[in-house]
């Protein structure tokens, strides 16, 4: 049997073990299973070629059985299903329209050098009479700076105060936005409000205004376009965001830089680093070192409140924390940053000065709009400015006002310094002696004269050929006024004097000798005298103007004083020397002002001055007197004691001072010869010093000659002649005196 089987195994010969079947079944034969037909391999290559082009057959699987939890799972998952299939098509749409807009802005964008000066307006450089700059108004621009040519110091501190990531990104800062985001919350505020988190790209796109440019015909004001250039909304920032990414891929990170740095309002009315740096240190941006360019990097959060001229040590703070951001970012070393700390940035004289103060204001007045606070274009301004004198005339009010007035007064008072030919040296314009934009009493106030307008009565009359030493009687007085009644005025002391010459009553003040010799001389006459020599406000037409019942300011009457000085010619106050545009050789304006026609002969002048001159030697004006210096001048004391008056001059300078307050409240125990001379002395003693004395250009008169009376014969019929004579005689002695 085993024999059978092995013959039945096959041709081969070979041996066989026992079938695996039999071994299955032992002691029978097993039915074989059918033999399956060989599977045919399939190469890697059909398979691919089955799965993209064939189509295989679906093999379907039994159904997964859902537990509890896949049920209540499954709406999630439909859900998450649609987002996610919403999501990305959204995405890409997204995607597509991104890439859109970033083109259409770079298609847009020009040459990063046409964006370097972004102002709306010009700027208005004021220089002294030395040819130095004292002042800045308008949207000041000193010229381009670029990344490359700035101060490195300068560039790092502004990369580390605002996107020190700036190098690193692609114009939008996801970090910083996210980390404003942060502290905004943790602060109180909403996500986009306070810290922006924008970066210097993006607040480069934001001054730019997204490249939108100012027309007048649609905005109703600049204002109006800055407003809407500054907001912050979400759908803005997105904006600024596509902005930003079209200016990466169109300019490079140092001209994106260069372009912040000579856009950004800095303060002051500086748009750039290179204006900022000059109105503050008073030197280019290439030239400040670590504390200046870390005080200027410290104005783009809030230039308005961080500007030094505003608040110095404000100013020194913002910088040193600007210095620690420099130190940890590895601009400065520890010692670096010490030495800056311990050395903080000082302020240029002119910068201390803030902006020129009241004269400043007075000239931006003095020149056409369009060439001064309208100004499209850059204009330099030469002026007539000493700010040596300016400092005097400063510290002379300062000075009385600390010392000789009451604490808590509420008076001001107003200094004009001037030369002969009406060039103004030096302004203050109230008791915040270096206030700007703010009202100014030296200009812009009209109050009466007072006993300051008595020298041109005495002009009329030394000009008519009257002598200083003519004689007014100083008695009781009285003139009719029609519909009015009679007026008597009276002398400030309530006494009559007598008989006294012209020069007395000059030099003390005398309120009856002055009207009658304005009643003998003619009103019209003292008003024709008055108005050439620059009183362009209304003179009154009754007999108070000789007592200064008309009102001007403290500029017209200096300037007529001024007059006097010079030798009796007219003068017209000005500050404008000349005025260029930048880049023109040629002055666009000359001066303003200076002397003009002849009003009274030199002779009356000089002798006028003698006059004037015992009023500060001998009279009202004693307080006014100058070691080593003659000087000449005249008080005033308004009605009620509401305006004090000091105007006078020496050789070299004229200088008027007013004093009162703005609500004519009436002064308590001020009068003209007391605090407004302290005033102008103290501020000629410092305009004089270190000038050499000169005398005064003034000539004392003839002494008038009395003939000895003579005993007029007797003549038959002739009382009543002698009566009319006697009469006549009468009323000029009652006028004139004898």
Not at 12 to 26: C, E, I
Not at 460 to 476: H, K, M, T, W
Request: with cysteine; net charge positive; aromatic share 8%.
């Amino acid at each position: 049997m085993t024999q059978g089987r092995n013959s039945g195994r096959g041709t081969s010969g070979r041996g066989r073990g026992p079938l695996v079947a039999d071994k299955r079944y032992p002691g029978g034969s097993a039915r074989k299973p059918a033999k399956k037909a060989p599977r045919r391999k399939t190469s890697a290559k059909a398979k691919s070629g089955w799965r993209l082009f064939g189509r295989r057959k679906a093999v379907r699987r039994p159904p997964r059985k859902r537990g509890l939890l896949g049920w209540l799972l499954m709406p999630f998952q439909i859900v998450l299903r649609a987002i996610w299939a919403v999501s990305w098509r959204m995405g890409v749409l997204v995607g597509l329209f991104l890439v859109a807009a970033v083109a259409y802005h770079y298609s847009k964008l020009p040459e990063y050098q046409a964006l370097l000066d972004g102002r709306n307006q010009g700027s208005v450089t004021l220089l002294d009479r030395d040819g130095k700059t004292f002042a800045w108004r308008g949207d000041q621009f000193g010229g381009v700076v670029t990344a490359e040519t700035v101060s490195p110091h300068l560039k790092n501190a502004i990369v580390a105060t605002e996107d020190k990531r700036f190098y690193r990104h692609f114009g939008v800062s996801p970090r910083g936005i996210a980390s404003a985001v942060r502290i905004n919350l943790r602060e109180g505020r909403g996500p986009l409000s306070g810290h922006g988190g924008s970066s210097i790209t993006q607040q480069t796109a934001k001054l730019m205004c997204l490249g939108v440019e100012y027309d007048p015909e649609i905005w109703d004001s600049e204002a109006a376009y800055e407003s809407d250039c500054r907001q912050s909304s979400l759908w803005r920032k997105a904006k600024e965001a596509i902005f930003a990414m079209a200016m990466e891929a169109k300019y490079s990170k140092n001209e994106i830089l260069s372009i912040y740095m000579n856009r950004a309002y800095m303060g002051g009315g500086a748009y750039g680093a290179e204006a900022a740096s000059q109105r503050f240190f008073g030197k280019s941006a290439n030239q400040v070192n670590p504390p200046e360019a870390a005080m200027l990097a410290g104005l783009l959060t809030a230039p308005s409140t961080l500007a030094p001229t505003n608040n110095i040590e404000r100013s020194r703070n913002r910088a040193a924390t600007v210095l620690r951001l420099m130190e940890e970012q590895g601009y400065l070393s520890e010692q670096e940053r010490e030495m800056a700390a311990a050395n903080p940035a000082e302020l240029s004289e002119a910068a201390a000065a803030r902006a020129g103060g009241y004269f400043a204001d007075w000239i931006m007045d003095t020149v056409p709009g369009f060439l001064g606070d309208q100004t499209t274009e850059d204009v330099v301004i030469r002026t007539t400015l000493d700010q040596r004198l300016q400092q005097a005339a400063e510290d002379a009010v300062t000075y009385v006002f600390e010392n000789k007035v009451r604490e808590g007064s509420k008076a001001q008072a107003a200094v004009v310094v001037m030369s002969a030919d009406g060039a103004v040296r030096a302004m203050v314009g109230g008791r915040k002696v270096r206030a700007s934009g703010v009202f100014n009493r030296a200009t812009q106030a009209k109050r009466q004269t007072g006993s300051s307008f008595k020298p041109f009565v005495y002009a009329a009359a030394l000009e008519l050929g009257y002598s200083p030493y003519d004689r007014v009687l100083d008695a009781e007085y009285c003139i009719d006024i029609p519909g009015s009644g009679p007026w008597c005025p009276q002398n400030y002391t309530r006494k009559h004097y007598g008989e006294i010459t012209l020069t007395r009553a000059l030099r003390d003040s005398l309120n009856v000798p002055a009207v009658k010799v304005s009643e003998a001389v003619g009103r019209d006459n003292v008003r024709h005298v008055a108005g050439e020599f620059g009183i362009e406000s209304s003179l009154a037409d009754g007999p108070s103007l000789a007592l200064g019942a008309s009102e001007s300011t403290l500029i017209e009457m200096t300037g007529a004083y001024a007059g006097i000085l010079n030798g009796g010619s007219s003068v017209t106050p000005y500050g404008v020397e000349a005025l260029t545009l930048v880049g023109d050789a040629e002055p666009l304006m000359g001066a303003s002002g200076g002397m003009g026609e002849r009003v009274i002969r030199p002779a009356a002048a000089q002798e006028l001055i003698w006059m004037m001159e015992k009023v500060i030697a001998e009279g009202t004006g004693r307080r006014a007197q100058i070691p080593g210096w003659q000087a000449a001048g005249k008080s005033g004391t308004t009605s009620a004691a509401k305006d004090a008056w000091f105007i006078g001059f020496t050789a070299e300078y004229v200088a008027g001072v007013w004093m009162g307050y703005d609500d004519n409240t009436p002064l308590t125990g001020v009068t003209g010869g007391g605090l407004p001379a302290e005033i102008w002395r103290e501020a000629m003693v410092r305009v004089h010093s270190g000038l050499e004395p000169q005398p005064l250009p003034m000539k004392a008169p003839e002494p008038i000659a009395v003939p000895e009376p003579q005993p007029a014969p007797r003549r038959q019929g002739d009382g009543v002649g002698r009566g009319i004579e006697r009469a006549l005689n009468g009323v000029l002695r009652d006028i004139f005196g004898n």
